[in-house]
């Protein structure tokens, strides 16, 4: 017997939405390590490499949430990626402006869902927080990567970027 699923058209379509988000934010991320590998910031590129780890950590819980209310998820395509990356100034407004983007996208499926299905509103609560983690994160990486950057400290901020947290 074939599970029916309890998920609406426009919850799937949201959860859906979801799952795009981190496939993209984890393919950005990729994309920014392998830039800040050719400018010679390894310890960047190893922060950025975490973060679109962590992504895919994301994708997986949305995965199984779908499947857990009884539907599958489709894959999606992913765009490709061409944002310029030409320090870690431009890698961290990319992820601050990017964060902030996904943050208000969770908070208006979030508002969607509390009216549609609460048990799909509950699970959105988790990536509200992590999202708004996330936010403050990024902003204090750009706030102390600004003072290394009016001190000449660049190099010394990427050798201790993944201590900052």
Same mark, same amino acid.
């Given at each position: 017997?074939?599970?029916?699923?309890?998920?609406?058209?426009?919850?799937?379509?949201?959860? /859906?939405? @979801?799952?795009?988000?981190? %496939?993209?934010?984890?393919?950005?991320? &990729?994309?920014?390590?392998?830039?800040? /590998?050719?400018?010679?910031f390894f310890n960047s590129q190893k922060y950025f490499l975490a973060e679109s780890a962590e992504?895919?950590?994301?994708? /997986?819980?949305?995965? +199984?949430?779908? +499947?857990?209310?009884?539907?599958?998820? $489709?894959?999606?395509?992913?765009?490709?990626?061409? $944002?310029?990356? *030409?320090?870690?100034? $431009?890698?961290?407004?990319?992820?601050?402006?990017?964060?902030?983007?996904?943050? #208000?996208?969770?908070? +208006?499926?979030?508002? *969607?869902?509390?009216? !549609?299905?609460?048990?799909? @509103?509950?699970?959105? !609560?988790?990536?509200?927080?992590?999202?708004? &983690? @996330?936010?403050? /994160?990024?902003?204090? %990486?750009?706030? &102390?990567? #600004?003072?290394? *950057?009016?001190? #000449?400290?660049?190099? *010394?901020? $990427?050798?201790?970027?993944?201590?900052i947290n």
């Open positions: 017997m074939v599970v029916k699923s309890r998920l609406s058209a426009s919850m799937k379509e949201g959860l /859906q939405d @979801a799952l795009q988000v981190e %496939l993209y934010q984890s393919n950005l991320w &990729k994309h920014i390590a392998n830039n800040l /590998q050719r400018l010679g992504e895919l950590t994301h994708y /997986q819980m949305h995965v +199984n949430f779908i +499947n857990d209310m009884g539907d599958v998820a $489709d894959m999606p395509k992913i765009d490709a990626i061409r $944002d310029e990356v *030409e320090s870690i100034g $431009d890698a961290l407004e990319i992820g601050y402006r990017t964060e902030i983007d996904v943050l #208000k996208q969770y908070k +208006n499926f979030y508002k *969607e869902a509390f009216e !549609e299905d609460v048990e799909v @509103a509950q699970y959105l !609560e988790q990536f509200i927080h992590i999202q708004s &983690k @996330a936010v403050g /994160q990024y902003g204090d %990486l750009l706030s &102390k990567y #600004k003072v290394a *950057e009016e001190t #000449k400290e660049i190099l *010394e901020f $990427d050798q201790h970027i993944l201590d």
